[in-house]
């Protein structure tokens, strides 16, 4: 069992930064592939990003390619999300997931946070 709690979210006016981490707790977190997933108000939950197991490997929508980096540090069992350029379209309840898979995926996830709010101001 893993358990998943973002924080970093916030307000931010358009062209900021914000960095939400996701901190897991168990002693195989490492064995986790992680993504990060958001939903906006009236629209469904999408994709943002992955990272497998080891951090070799990442992922990114095309919509935060360029803009967005995802980051983990095993030994705190932590992912980080790192957001740049933010947009107000930007704007979403940000989830991060675990999957008991060490390889990337835009779907198949086993566990989830409760969210962190992202506003972005234009």
């Known amino acids: 069992q893993v358990q998943l709690v973002e924080s970093g979210g916030g307000l931010v006016q358009a062209g900021g930064s914000l960095r939400l981490s996701c901190a897991a707790s168990?002693?195989?977190?490492?064995?986790?592939?992680v993504g990060w997933f958001r939903q906006a108000p009236g629209k469904e939950r999408e994709f943002v990003a992955a990272?497998?197991?080891?951090?070799?490997?990442?992922y990114y929508s095309d919509s935060v390619k360029g803009r967005f980096t995802i980051s983990r540090v095993n030994v705190k069992n932590t992912v980080y999300l790192q957001m740049n350029s933010l947009k107000p379209e930007d704007t979403a309840v940000y989830y991060c997931?675990?999957?008991?898979?060490?390889?990337?995926?835009?779907?198949?996830?086993?566990?989830w946070g409760q969210g962190t709010q992202v506003t972005v101001s234009s």
């Open positions: 997931a675990a999957r008991r898979d060490t390889v990337v995926d835009t779907t198949a996830y086993d566990y």
């Open positions: 168990g002693r195989t977190f490492s064995r986790y592939a």
């Open positions: 990272i497998s197991a080891s951090g070799g490997t990442t």
